[in-house]
């Protein structure tokens, strides 16, 4: 009988080193460890631009007055934008050559713009319109105050500094 419990025993106990075996040997595979590398790669910004809004302007601008601007900025990349200065960046035209070339002793149209600072976040892959409140000027000359800028829509170019 000493024996046969003994048997049991051995048994027992080989089975329980068996089982205790494996799932050490399964435990060692699931907390495997190692090294290596991985990757991105940054995207290449994508300037922001205005868009053409000129069809919705109104008539604000007089001789001795000021004006809003307004412009769309469009944002081509994948984040957002904060522009945090539209400049003015040229020539301020109103496609009418007389009105763009009065006579000397001053030559353009009296119309000036004011360079503005702000925050203006331009969603990812999206448009803002932006209203630039009194941004523009108009002198009040007798060589700028004539009739053929009445009625006329202005450009004024602007650059537009931002960041993501």
Do not use: E
Request: aromatic fraction near 6%.
């Amino acid at each position: 009988m000493a024996f046969r419990t003994n048997m049991k025993r051995a048994t027992v106990a080989s089975l329980f080193l068996g089982i205790l075996l494996a799932g050490s040997v399964a435990f060692a595979w699931w907390t495997a460890s190692g090294t290596g590398s991985g990757y991105t790669k940054a995207q290449t910004a994508t300037a922001v631009t205005t868009v053409d809004v000129s069809g919705t302007t109104t008539a604000q601008l007089h001789p001795g007055g000021t004006s809003d601007v307004i412009l769309q900025i469009s944002n081509g990349n994948t984040y957002a934008v904060t522009v945090t200065n539209i400049n003015g960046n040229g020539a301020i035209t109103s496609g009418n050559a007389t009105c763009d070339n009065v006579a000397l002793p001053y030559t353009g149209n009296g119309v000036s713009f004011t360079n503005q600072a702000g925050s203006w976040v331009v969603p990812a892959s999206g448009t803002l319109d932006v209203t630039l409140t009194n941004a523009a000027a108009m002198s009040n000359t007798a060589t700028t105050s004539n009739d053929s800028c009445q009625g006329k829509v202005f450009t004024i170019p602007v650059s537009l500094v931002a960041h993501s």
